[in-house]
């Protein structure tokens, strides 16, 4: 397993002017690495939905690469999406999956099967073009710049050390609020030149 | 002949769909949808893309919709059910105009139905305060655009239900 503080400074030097969308818990740390905001995109909003916005935004925008960093409970939720994905053939996404063998944000309890699933074997098998699996930080930072220069659909499976949360939902820091989702909306169509009549 | 005049054939749906300059479809099909799905298939300027479970059409859809498409999620009642996190989620919580094309499995027009997803599917859209149109043959076809100006005048979600009791687009 490997902190994913780490994963996205190592992850930060390949990006280039990727689209980048972090989820869960793993995916705040983001935030820390990210330098360049405008390209970065929340798609939340319904668990398990997020990699199924990430694939029409990919196929909307196919000269720009997107990157997302799911979450392994919240790809449970809609484990179709992977031939959803495979099925379009999107050469622009980047499936990048944060897998901390639990529901972190609800308190840590494992998922179903949480240590024997192969995700790799399962993006693979589903008909990914190209599928990876780490669990350390050596072998994701050398491999990573590579990895963003294949053709898509990529996955990369990562074993992601969990930051358990278990303060009830009303006492938790926020975050300092981010852009609205209008603005990150606009913030996005402005750099990707998208014209809406 | 009467008969046909009754129907709701899918090269009327496809005609408001290239109307209202749609790009992408995304579906489910239900049982006596294939000769849409092939006839979308056929128009070099519409996408389609099968999905694998109705929640996901939304979620696709916002994205396409960020990058300036327009798409259409075209399920069954009984998957638009099934969808409701994401319809909170993505569809209403994404602040952009949405058509959905439900077919309106069950729907008979006396108004009596053995079939549950008839009897739950106005009450269902009416809880999320989504807004519809019932189309029940080619005559209706232009509430079809009316659902479009309705998205993009509200940028919300606006179902088209497709209740034609004859053709088949509600099994
Ligand atoms: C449909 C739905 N079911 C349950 C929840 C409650 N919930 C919020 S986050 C979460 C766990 C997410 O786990 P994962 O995707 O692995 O991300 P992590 O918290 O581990 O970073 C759950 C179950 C929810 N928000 N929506
Ligand atoms: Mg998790």
Redesign the pocket.
């Given at each position: 397993m490997f902190n994913a503080a780490d994963m996205f400074k190592a992850f930060g030097k390949h990006r280039d002017k990727a689209i980048v969308i972090a989820?869960?818990?793993?995916?705040r740390h983001w935030r820390e690495a990210s330098t360049d905001m405008k390209r970065d995109v929340a798609l939340g909003g319904?668990?398990?939905q997020t990699t199924a916005a990430c694939l029409g935004l990919a196929l909307g925008l196919p000269n720009e690469k997107v990157c997302l960093f799911?979450?392994?409970?919240?790809?449970?939720?809609n484990l179709g999406i992977l031939p959803t994905v495979s099925g379009k053939q999107p050469k622009n996404f980047y499936h990048f999956l944060?897998?901390?063998e639990?529901?972190?944000?609800?308190g840590g309890q494992p998922?179903a099967n949480a240590q024997n699933l192969d995700w790799a074997g399962m993006a693979k098998s589903a008909g990914y073009a190209a599928t990876y699996h780490f669990d350390n930080l050596e072998d994701f930072a050398s491999n990573v710049g590579d990895i963003m220069k294949k053709a898509g659909p990529v996955f990369v499976s990562m074993k992601i050390v969990?930051?358990i949360?278990n303060e009830p939902i009303g006492r938790r820091q926020r975050q300092p609020a981010g852009r609205s989702r209008g603005e990150m909306i606009r913030d996005l169509r402005e750099i990707a030149g998208v014209k809406v009549s | 002949m009467v008969q046909q005049a009754a129907l709701l054939s899918p090269e009327r749906i496809v005609s408001e769909f290239q109307k209202n300059g749609v790009t992408h479809v995304i579906t489910i099909p239900d049982s006596e949808t294939n000769y849409l799905y092939e006839l979308m298939k056929e128009q070099p300027w519409l996408d389609v893309i099968s999905s694998c479970r109705e929640g996901e059409t939304m979620a696709i859809a916002m994205g396409l919709s960020i990058a300036g498409k327009t798409p259409v999620c075209l399920i069954q009642n009984t998957g638009m059910m099934e969808s409701g996190?994401s319809i909170r989620g993505m569809a209403l919580g994404s602040g952009l105009p949405l058509v959905m094309v439900v077919g309106y499995r069950g729907w008979t027009r006396h108004g009596i139905t053995p079939d549950s997803a008839a009897v739950y599917t106005e009450p269902f859209l009416n809880a999320f305060g989504i807004h519809y149109y019932l189309v029940e043959h080619d005559a209706d076809g232009d509430r079809i655009s009316l659902a479009f100006q309705e998205a993009k005048a509200t940028n919300k979600p606006v179902v088209v239900l497709i209740g034609d009791e004859y053709h088949g687009f509600n099994r």
């Open positions: 989820t869960g818990t793993s995916g319904s668990m398990g799911d979450s392994e409970g919240s790809l449970l939720m944060m897998d901390n639990c529901y972190a944000t609800t998922v969990p930051e949360e | 996190d």
